[in-house]
């Protein structure tokens, strides 16, 4: 499974940006799919996932009705949209994919093992 994640960027505070992940290698509309992030010196969190047929979300607390998180199974491809960003936003972006089907523990961010490469996402005050 590969997965690539893209459309970070340097942004002000309350503005809005849309990461990209294009993933390949299996059959995408099989699986949930989900965002974590990383910030400098912080451990990795989750952010958001998505059922298989993109019916189900579910978000962190720290993101939720600020960030949506969306797929177009036809493209392979998931998002998450980020409006009103903040300082503390600011991270690398990852998307993450589960080893099998279903969505129960994946709902919450456990079970991932494949992982893009992080995208850059800095917010400014």
């Known amino acids: 499974v590969q997965l690539q994640a893209y459309g970070g960027g340097l942004v002000q505070a309350g503005d809005s940006l849309r990461l990209s992940c294009a993933a390949s290698?299996?059959?995408?509309?099989?699986?949930?799919m989900a965002w974590f992030r990383q910030a400098p010196g912080k451990e990795r969190e989750f952010v958001a996932a998505?059922?298989?047929?993109?019916?189900?979300?579910y978000y962190a607390d720290s993101v939720k009705g600020r960030f949506t998180i969306s797929r177009d199974n036809a493209k392979n491809t998931v998002y998450l949209q980020m409006n009103g960003l903040k300082p503390e936003d600011t991270a690398d972006y990852y998307c993450?994919?589960?080893?099998?089907?279903?969505?129960?523990?994946?709902?919450?961010?456990?079970?991932?093992?494949?992982w893009g490469q992080g995208t850059l996402v800095t917010v400014s005050s």
């Open positions: 993450a994919a589960p080893p099998t089907t279903g969505w129960g523990s994946y709902r919450t961010g456990n079970g991932y093992d494949y």
């Open positions: 290698g299996r059959t995408f509309s099989m699986y949930a």
């Open positions: 998505i059922s298989s047929s993109g019916v189900s979300t």
